[in-house]
């Protein structure tokens, strides 16, 4: 696999989607139930492969990525074969980015000498998706870059 399986829950929501996948392979209900029951192996093969499809179709449409810890904000924007990124830290060990006090720390202090920030750019044109799974995998969620926006608005005066 190049990503994750699905999880049951995800497959579930995206039921009508697999179906139209498995006829495309020529499986109807009956061909399921009865790869699932007699060769379970083809079965999470099958699994596997729409997995991909899906995660690749999604991964497809990322234009921004975030991720949160404790004193690290990493902010990214995708852009054809480029992630932009922006890394902001706090040096205030009190500083904890998880909770709406930090973020709000965060705004009051900008520009304070406890704040640094990094501004990145990296070449992704080889494995684009891959890439972005990584970030995703590590915790990064993807979003529609409010924040990434505002950090350019504001650095890039």
Known sequence: MKYARLTKEQLEELHPEFTNFLATQSIDKKEWDELKAN????????IDVFSDMIWDKALTNVKYIDHFSKNYIFLFKCVDANVY???INSTDPSTDFLSAEGINWLSENFFSDHVQIQQGKKDISEGRNESLFEIIKKGGIISKGELFSKFEALLTK
Do not use: D, H, R
Request: hydrophobic share 25%; net charge negative.
């Open 39 to 46: 060769k379970p192996s083809i079965a999470e093969q099958e």
């Open 85 to 87: 990124s922006y890394v």
